[in-house]
């Protein structure tokens, strides 16, 4: 497989974009730390596997036609503040509205909510359709394995920083567990963070 031209910028570029501030990290710091190390990996996970799938079909071209195309565009972009919205109110509800990731059916529905974030999120693919494509060269062999090479490497650098903030913030987990009122705190915090996190999504994808 030839290798990608420009990699070491293209890493840069990639943890540059991983380390600013965004929807991911809004989500995954307070639910790292109100439910501990296992959600925070099993969120990780969920947006790693998002991130692979706008990969892919970045890969196959499609990206491009959902960033052109308004309506399907639209239709992501609603899909995506809406999630988020209803995600918000079940956070700011009592513990057993929440999901929680104790038992192997509770990483799945966490992974499985982390997924559907970004897969929702229209701007989530604008990566691969508005910047992996400077990395592409022609000439340099199958622009398809160009294509998933560079992908494969922003995944895994997204999945790392993802890694580090879930442990970081998880080890707040204890000292939110002491009491009730601290739950009550982190849990209306991450109903905040999400709702902003919907809000953003909303005017920053506008056409």
């Known amino acids: 497989m030839p290798a990608p031209v420009g990699l070491g910028e293209f890493v840069v570029a990639s943890l540059i974009v991983e380390i600013t501030p965004g929807p991911n990290m809004a989500y995954l710091v307070p639910l790292s730390a109100a439910q501990g190390r296992r959600a925070g990996l099993a969120a990780v996970a969920g947006v790693a596997a998002g991130l692979a799938v706008y990969g892919a079909i970045a ?7 959902i960033a052109t195309v308004p309506a399907i565009y639209a239709l992501l972009r609603w899909f995506g503040v809406l999630y988020l919205l209803w995600l918000a109110w079940e956070a700011w509800q009592d513990p057993p509205e929440q999901p929680t990731s104790n038992t192997a059916s509770g ?7 982390s997924f559907l974030v970004n897969v929702l999120n229209p701007k989530a693919g604008m990566f691969f359709v508005a910047i992996l494509p400077d990395f592409i060269a022609p000439d340099a062999g199958s622009i398809v394995q160009q294509n998933f090479a560079l ?3 922003y995944v895994t650098i997204a999945t790392a920083v993802h890694l580090a903030i879930a442990i970081g913030a998880s080890a707040l987990q204890p000292w ?12 209306r915090t991450m109903a905040i963070a999400l709702a902003g996190v919907a809000i953003w999504l909303f005017f920053n994808t506008r056409r």
């Open 59 to 65: 890969a196959m071209g499609l990206a491009a036609l």
């Open 107 to 113: 990483d799945a529905a966490l992974a499985w909510r």
């Open 151 to 153: 992908i494969a490497i």
């Open 176 to 187: 939110f567990a002491a009491g009730e009122r601290r739950q009550a705190l982190l849990r």
